[in-house]
């Protein structure tokens, strides 16, 4: 009940908050323009600058375990391929980009980081989980984004170097760039330029959940339930039931196999819908596996803990 409690409190506000600019739009106080305005805002600044702080504060070498970043890292990617492969069954081709990232792609750092504080205290193997699989998540998800938009014409060299070229210098992929050599390389962290970079980061979760709720389309939802039900069962049961036997066989245990749990099950992460429309894409597939997977993360994360304990591996 303590878990179960602890689920719903950390995922019930982020989904009420997607709710309140589906409200704020129907009152009138966030329109069209200024949701997509918003959005640019939190995909060029906000998002970043939270990258970026994630990424430059985690003491990696500390706790660092080269079989368990393996396994996360392998186990990302291997999520990543058969997503695409469930993609091609879907007839409308414009919808595989956001179906692809939302089936594989966590809220690890954000609710990972605090889902396992609240268990153990600190944040154990939290950040080398980050690493493993966090940068590959962004990396591959303006790949596929990139490759697989609604109105992406005939593979070509022009099409090639446009894509290489949005890759390289995509938001996303210079926050993670600059946020990893930040703490490879244990540069300074100037208290004026963390807090500075805090405060704009903060910003990202919030404002992306309300633009997000904001420009939800009831209509386009419905009638793409069933990519988004596909996608929200693959994100929160199917990894879980492939990976997890797997790492409980190579011998993780407790910290290592909570955070492997978080990576592999936790709800698909708000910056799926913020990337996808940015990126040429509609988002309304992304937002409504990002409003399933949010809510049912609660019961479904609680109860792998629960199996996990009584089984008296965590």
């Known amino acids: 009940m303590e878990n179960l409690i602890f689920s719903l409190e950390a995922t019930m506000p982020i989904f009420f908050?997607?709710?309140?600019?589906?409200?704020?739009?129907?009152?009138?106080?966030?329109?069209?323009?200024?949701?997509?305005?918003?959005?640019?805002?939190v995909f060029n600044a906000a998002l970043p600058a939270l990258l970026f702080c994630d990424l430059s504060e985690a003491e990696f070498t500390k706790v660092w375990n080269g079989k368990f970043v393996l396994f996360c890292a392998v186990a990302t990617c291997i999520c990543i391929v058969i997503s695409m492969g469930v993609s091609c069954l879907w007839k409308d081709k414009a919808i595989q980009g956001e179906f692809v990232q939302g089936a594989y792609r966590s809220s690890a750092a954000i609710l990972g980081i605090a889902f396992i504080q609240n268990i153990y205290g600190d944040s154990g193997m939290a950040p080398l989980m980050i690493i493993a699989s966090v940068p590959i998540y962004n990396i591959m998800a303006v790949v596929v984004l990139s490759f697989l938009k609604p109105d992406r014409g005939s593979m070509d060299l022009a099409l090639v170097k446009k894509t290489l070229k949005g890759i390289i210098t995509n938001p996303?992929?210079?926050?993670?760039?600059?946020?990893?050599?930040?703490?490879?390389?244990?540069?300074?962290?100037?208290?004026?330029?963390?807090?500075?970079?805090?405060?704009?980061?903060?910003?990202?979760?919030?404002?992306?959940?309300?633009?997000?709720?904001?420009?939800?389309?009831?209509?386009?939802?419905?009638?793409r339930l069933k990519p988004a039900?596909?996608?929200?069962?693959?994100?929160?049961?199917?990894?879980?039931?492939?990976?997890?036997?797997?790492?409980?066989?190579?011998?993780?245990?407790?910290?290592?196999?909570?955070?492997?749990?978080?990576?592999?099950?936790?709800?698909?992460?708000?910056?799926?819908?913020?990337?996808?429309?940015?990126m040429g894409h509609d988002g309304v597939l992304s937002s409504s596996i990002v409003m399933i997977t949010t809510f049912c993360s609660a019961f479904t994360l609680t109860g792998w803990l629960c199996l996990f304990r009584t089984l008296g591996m965590l």
């Open 17 to 41: 908050t997607m709710v309140m600019g589906y409200v704020f739009r129907h009152m009138g106080l966030m329109e069209t323009s200024f949701v997509n305005k918003l959005n640019k805002f």
């Open 172 to 223: 996303i992929i210079l926050g993670i760039v600059i946020g990893v050599i930040w703490s490879a390389f244990k540069l300074p962290r100037p208290n004026v330029l963390m807090k500075t970079a805090n405060n704009l980061g903060v910003l990202a979760t919030p404002l992306g959940l309300m633009a997000m709720g904001a420009a939800f389309d009831e209509k386009k939802a419905f009638a």
């Open 229 to 278: 039900l596909t996608a929200s069962a693959m994100k929160l049961v199917g990894w879980c039931a492939i990976f997890l036997p797997m790492a409980i066989a190579l011998g993780f245990r407790d910290q290592e196999l909570t955070a492997i749990l978080v990576m592999l099950g936790s709800a698909t992460t708000v910056s799926c819908y913020i990337m996808a429309r940015n």
